[in-house]
Protein backbone atom coordinates (compact mmCIF):
# COMPACT_ATOMS: atom_id res chain seq x y z
CA UNK A 1 0.00 0.00 0.00
CA UNK A 2 1.37 3.68 -1.13
CA UNK A 3 0.49 6.81 0.55
CA UNK A 4 1.39 9.65 -0.61
CA UNK A 5 2.57 12.71 1.79
CA UNK A 6 2.67 16.42 0.79
CA UNK A 7 4.50 18.69 2.65
CA UNK A 8 6.93 15.81 3.86
CA UNK A 9 9.22 18.94 4.90
CA UNK A 10 7.33 20.63 7.40
CA UNK A 11 6.96 20.52 11.03
CA UNK A 12 4.07 17.09 10.55
CA UNK A 13 5.47 15.59 7.84
CA UNK A 14 8.90 15.50 9.43
CA UNK A 15 7.31 13.34 11.84
CA UNK A 16 5.47 11.03 10.02
CA UNK A 17 8.91 10.61 8.12
CA UNK A 18 10.64 9.65 11.97
CA UNK A 19 7.67 6.92 12.12
CA UNK A 20 7.22 5.85 9.24
CA UNK A 21 10.01 2.60 9.50
CA UNK A 22 7.31 1.47 12.08
CA UNK A 23 5.07 0.59 9.51
CA UNK A 24 6.42 -2.00 6.58
CA UNK A 25 3.22 -2.79 4.98
CA UNK A 26 3.18 0.93 4.05
CA UNK A 27 5.68 2.41 0.98
CA UNK A 28 5.62 6.21 1.93
CA UNK A 29 5.99 8.85 -0.57
CA UNK A 30 7.23 12.12 0.72
CA UNK A 31 7.04 15.04 -1.37
CA UNK A 32 7.70 18.41 -1.02
CA UNK A 33 7.72 21.07 -3.84
CA UNK A 34 11.34 20.01 -4.62
CA UNK A 35 9.62 16.64 -5.80
CA UNK A 36 6.11 17.25 -6.41
CA UNK A 37 4.94 20.90 -6.83
CA UNK A 38 1.08 21.05 -5.71
CA UNK A 39 0.43 24.23 -7.23
CA UNK A 40 1.44 22.30 -10.86
CA UNK A 41 -2.12 20.47 -10.81
CA UNK A 42 -1.07 18.69 -13.96
CA UNK A 43 1.88 17.90 -12.43
CA UNK A 44 0.20 16.54 -9.29
CA UNK A 45 -2.23 14.43 -11.25
CA UNK A 46 0.14 12.62 -13.46
CA UNK A 47 2.28 11.43 -10.43
CA UNK A 48 -0.79 10.16 -8.49
CA UNK A 49 -1.62 8.29 -11.64
CA UNK A 50 1.67 6.99 -11.85
CA UNK A 51 2.11 6.10 -8.66
CA UNK A 52 -1.56 4.95 -7.62
CA UNK A 53 -1.42 6.23 -3.50
CA UNK A 54 -4.56 4.55 -1.58
CA UNK A 55 -4.05 7.60 0.75
CA UNK A 56 -3.41 11.18 0.75
CA UNK A 57 -2.13 12.92 3.89
CA UNK A 58 -1.74 16.71 2.97
CA UNK A 59 0.49 18.48 5.62
CA UNK A 60 1.18 21.01 3.19
CA UNK A 61 0.13 24.77 3.95
CA UNK A 62 0.48 28.18 3.39
CA UNK A 63 0.91 29.10 7.27
CA UNK A 64 2.77 32.69 7.26
CA UNK A 65 -0.35 34.02 8.91
CA UNK A 66 0.30 37.78 9.19
CA UNK A 67 2.04 37.69 5.45
CA UNK A 68 -1.03 36.11 4.37
CA UNK A 69 -3.13 39.57 4.81
CA UNK A 70 -1.59 40.72 1.50
CA UNK A 71 -0.52 37.11 -0.17
CA UNK A 72 -3.71 36.76 -0.35
CA UNK A 73 -3.68 34.87 -4.05
CA UNK A 74 -0.71 32.60 -2.78
CA UNK A 75 -2.71 31.86 0.39
CA UNK A 76 -5.77 30.75 -1.52
CA UNK A 77 -4.20 29.11 -4.10
CA UNK A 78 -2.34 26.49 -1.42
CA UNK A 79 -4.58 26.75 1.05
CA UNK A 80 -8.12 26.15 -0.94
CA UNK A 81 -7.19 25.41 -4.30
CA UNK A 82 -5.07 22.31 -3.61
CA UNK A 83 -7.15 20.52 -1.08
CA UNK A 84 -9.81 20.48 -3.72
CA UNK A 85 -7.47 19.19 -6.29
CA UNK A 86 -6.06 16.37 -4.16
CA UNK A 87 -10.20 15.62 -3.40
CA UNK A 88 -10.28 15.21 -6.93
CA UNK A 89 -7.60 13.27 -8.05
CA UNK A 90 -8.27 11.34 -5.12
CA UNK A 91 -11.70 10.65 -6.35
CA UNK A 92 -10.15 9.66 -9.91
CA UNK A 93 -7.81 7.15 -8.31
CA UNK A 94 -9.86 5.44 -5.58
CA UNK A 95 -7.82 7.24 -2.75
CA UNK A 96 -8.65 8.28 0.77
CA UNK A 97 -7.76 11.62 1.78
CA UNK A 98 -6.69 13.32 5.25
CA UNK A 99 -5.92 17.10 5.31
CA UNK A 100 -4.62 19.28 8.41
CA UNK A 101 -6.61 22.33 8.95
CA UNK A 102 -6.62 24.79 11.63
CA UNK A 103 -8.40 26.48 14.65
CA UNK A 104 -8.34 29.99 13.01
CA UNK A 105 -11.50 28.45 11.01
CA UNK A 106 -13.39 30.15 14.44
CA UNK A 107 -13.46 33.50 15.43
CA UNK A 108 -12.17 32.66 19.15
CA UNK A 109 -15.02 34.38 20.94
CA UNK A 110 -16.31 30.68 22.74
CA UNK A 111 -15.66 29.99 26.41
CA UNK A 112 -15.83 26.15 25.48
CA UNK A 113 -14.05 23.95 23.70
CA UNK A 114 -15.17 24.18 20.15
CA UNK A 115 -16.82 20.95 18.94
CA UNK A 116 -16.72 20.23 14.87
CA UNK A 117 -19.87 21.26 13.92
CA UNK A 118 -19.83 24.53 16.07
CA UNK A 119 -20.25 27.97 14.10
CA UNK A 120 -17.17 28.83 11.61
CA UNK A 121 -16.34 32.07 11.50
CA UNK A 122 -12.73 32.96 10.91
CA UNK A 123 -10.92 36.84 11.01
CA UNK A 124 -8.07 36.28 8.82
CA UNK A 125 -7.48 35.29 5.46
CA UNK A 126 -5.28 32.40 6.60
CA UNK A 127 -8.29 31.32 8.42
CA UNK A 128 -10.77 32.57 5.79
CA UNK A 129 -8.57 30.34 2.93
CA UNK A 130 -8.31 27.45 5.25
CA UNK A 131 -12.37 26.79 5.77
CA UNK A 132 -12.31 27.50 2.12
CA UNK A 133 -9.75 24.96 1.49
CA UNK A 134 -12.24 22.52 3.98
CA UNK A 135 -15.45 23.12 2.07
CA UNK A 136 -13.57 22.87 -1.45
CA UNK A 137 -12.04 19.47 -0.04
CA UNK A 138 -15.41 17.96 1.15
CA UNK A 139 -17.11 19.08 -2.16
CA UNK A 140 -14.90 16.71 -4.45
CA UNK A 141 -14.40 14.39 -1.70
CA UNK A 142 -17.21 13.65 0.75
CA UNK A 143 -15.42 10.93 1.96
CA UNK A 144 -12.27 13.20 3.04
CA UNK A 145 -11.25 13.22 6.82
CA UNK A 146 -9.98 16.44 8.25
CA UNK A 147 -8.51 17.08 11.12
CA UNK A 148 -8.27 20.55 12.87
CA UNK A 149 -5.09 21.64 14.91
CA UNK A 150 -3.91 24.05 17.01
CA UNK A 151 -0.50 25.81 17.92
CA UNK A 152 1.40 23.24 16.46
CA UNK A 153 5.40 22.78 17.00
CA UNK A 154 7.81 20.38 16.79
CA UNK A 155 11.81 19.64 16.84
CA UNK A 156 11.59 20.51 12.92
CA UNK A 157 10.90 23.63 10.90
CA UNK A 158 10.45 26.88 12.45
CA UNK A 159 7.76 27.60 15.48
CA UNK A 160 7.02 28.96 18.67
CA UNK A 161 9.12 26.66 20.93
CA UNK A 162 12.03 27.28 19.43
CA UNK A 163 11.67 30.54 18.92
CA UNK A 164 11.05 31.37 22.92
CA UNK A 165 14.15 28.96 23.62
CA UNK A 166 16.55 30.89 21.44
CA UNK A 167 15.01 34.39 22.76
CA UNK A 168 15.32 33.20 26.29
CA UNK A 169 18.87 32.22 25.73
CA UNK A 170 19.44 35.83 24.13
CA UNK A 171 17.48 37.97 26.41
CA UNK A 172 17.24 38.73 30.40
CA UNK A 173 13.42 39.17 29.78
CA UNK A 174 10.58 38.90 27.28
CA UNK A 175 6.91 39.86 27.03
CA UNK A 176 4.54 36.87 25.52
CA UNK A 177 0.82 37.31 25.09
CA UNK A 178 -1.33 36.23 27.87
CA UNK A 179 -5.11 36.74 26.54
CA UNK A 180 -4.68 34.49 23.82
CA UNK A 181 -5.76 30.67 25.23
CA UNK A 182 -5.56 27.34 23.76
CA UNK A 183 -3.63 24.15 23.14
CA UNK A 184 -0.27 23.41 22.08
CA UNK A 185 -0.25 20.33 19.72
CA UNK A 186 2.85 18.48 19.64
CA UNK A 187 3.73 17.52 15.69
CA UNK A 188 4.67 13.81 16.92
CA UNK A 189 1.66 12.73 18.63
CA UNK A 190 -0.86 14.40 15.54
CA UNK A 191 1.88 12.38 13.26
CA UNK A 192 0.75 8.83 15.42
CA UNK A 193 -2.91 10.03 15.13
CA UNK A 194 -2.88 10.31 11.45
CA UNK A 195 -0.86 6.96 10.76
CA UNK A 196 -3.27 5.01 13.68
CA UNK A 197 -6.42 6.32 11.56
CA UNK A 198 -4.54 5.26 8.32
CA UNK A 199 -3.20 2.29 9.17
CA UNK A 200 -6.56 0.88 11.16
CA UNK A 201 -8.29 1.69 7.40
CA UNK A 202 -5.52 -0.46 5.59
CA UNK A 203 -6.69 -3.08 7.85
CA UNK A 204 -10.35 -2.68 7.64
CA UNK A 205 -11.78 -0.12 5.41
CA UNK A 206 -14.69 -0.06 7.57
CA UNK A 207 -13.15 2.07 9.85
CA UNK A 208 -11.97 4.64 7.85
CA UNK A 209 -14.97 7.38 8.94
CA UNK A 210 -15.19 10.67 7.15
CA UNK A 211 -15.68 13.83 8.46
CA UNK A 212 -14.24 16.50 10.63
CA UNK A 213 -12.20 15.96 13.46
CA UNK A 214 -10.33 18.11 15.99
CA UNK A 215 -6.67 17.26 17.68
CA UNK A 216 -4.83 18.95 20.39
CA UNK A 217 -2.84 17.89 23.24
CA UNK A 218 -4.35 17.87 26.24
CA UNK A 219 -5.29 20.72 28.69
CA UNK A 220 -5.82 24.24 28.16
CA UNK A 221 -3.10 27.44 28.76
CA UNK A 222 -2.09 30.98 27.38
CA UNK A 223 0.95 31.91 24.90
CA UNK A 224 2.38 33.66 28.02
CA UNK A 225 1.97 30.30 30.41
CA UNK A 226 3.52 28.14 27.20
CA UNK A 227 6.91 30.32 27.49
CA UNK A 228 6.93 30.12 30.89
CA UNK A 229 6.76 26.28 30.76
CA UNK A 230 9.01 25.97 27.45
CA UNK A 231 11.66 28.08 30.29
CA UNK A 232 11.15 26.00 32.84
CA UNK A 233 11.43 22.61 31.22
CA UNK A 234 14.45 23.71 29.43
CA UNK A 235 16.44 24.94 32.29
CA UNK A 236 15.88 29.16 31.12
CA UNK A 237 16.64 31.47 33.83
CA UNK A 238 14.53 34.37 31.74
CA UNK A 239 11.72 36.86 33.17
CA UNK A 240 8.74 36.62 30.95
CA UNK A 241 6.02 39.09 31.24
CA UNK A 242 2.84 39.07 30.56
CA UNK A 243 1.25 41.34 28.01
CA UNK A 244 -2.41 41.82 26.17
CA UNK A 245 -2.93 41.56 22.76
CA UNK A 246 -3.50 45.06 22.49
CA UNK A 247 0.26 45.59 23.62
CA UNK A 248 1.28 43.24 20.25
CA UNK A 249 -0.63 44.34 17.46
CA UNK A 250 -0.49 42.13 14.24
CA UNK A 251 -1.76 42.12 11.03
CA UNK A 252 -3.81 39.11 11.01
CA UNK A 253 -6.44 38.88 14.44
CA UNK A 254 -5.71 35.40 16.76
CA UNK A 255 -8.49 33.91 17.96
CA UNK A 256 -8.38 35.04 21.81
CA UNK A 257 -10.23 31.18 22.29
CA UNK A 258 -9.17 28.45 20.62
CA UNK A 259 -9.23 25.15 22.68
CA UNK A 260 -10.83 22.15 20.63
CA UNK A 261 -12.78 19.65 22.16
CA UNK A 262 -11.53 15.74 21.50
CA UNK A 263 -14.35 14.24 21.80
CA UNK A 264 -15.20 12.72 18.31
CA UNK A 265 -11.46 11.84 17.62
CA UNK A 266 -10.92 9.92 20.73
CA UNK A 267 -14.66 7.84 20.49
CA UNK A 268 -14.18 7.18 16.71
CA UNK A 269 -10.51 5.87 16.90
CA UNK A 270 -10.04 5.21 20.31
CA UNK A 271 -6.68 7.49 20.36
CA UNK A 272 -4.88 8.49 23.62
CA UNK A 273 -3.95 12.36 23.74
CA UNK A 274 -1.21 12.93 26.31
CA UNK A 275 -1.26 16.45 28.12
CA UNK A 276 0.27 19.23 26.73
CA UNK A 277 3.52 19.95 28.95
CA UNK A 278 4.21 16.10 28.89
CA UNK A 279 4.36 16.28 24.89
CA UNK A 280 6.45 19.89 25.69
CA UNK A 281 8.65 17.76 27.77
CA UNK A 282 9.61 14.82 25.28
CA UNK A 283 9.87 17.50 22.17
CA UNK A 284 12.54 19.45 24.69
CA UNK A 285 14.27 16.44 24.94
CA UNK A 286 14.59 15.96 21.23
CA UNK A 287 15.81 19.55 21.10
CA UNK A 288 18.58 19.04 23.44
CA UNK A 289 19.56 15.97 22.13
CA UNK A 290 20.23 17.37 18.44
Not at 124 to 129: A, Q, R
Not at 173 to 184: I, R
Not at 216 to 235: L, M, P
Not at 247 to 269: D, F, G, Q
Request: net charge negative; aromatic share 10%; charged share 25%.
Amino acid sequence: MKVLITGANGQLGSEIKDRSEQFPGIEFLFTDVDELDLTDFESVRAYCELHQPSFIINCAAYTAVDVAETDIDLATLINTRVPAFLGKIAGQIDAKVVHVSTDYVFDGMACTPYEEADLVDPDSVYGKTKLNGEIALVKEDPKAIIIRTSWLYSSYGKNFVKTMIKLGVERDELKVVVDQVGTPTFAGDLADAILMIVSKAQEDVSTWKAGIYHFSNEGVCSWYDFAKAIHEIYGIDCNVHPISTDEYPTPAKRPAYSVLCKKKIKRNYGIMIPYWRDSLKNCIEQLKAQ
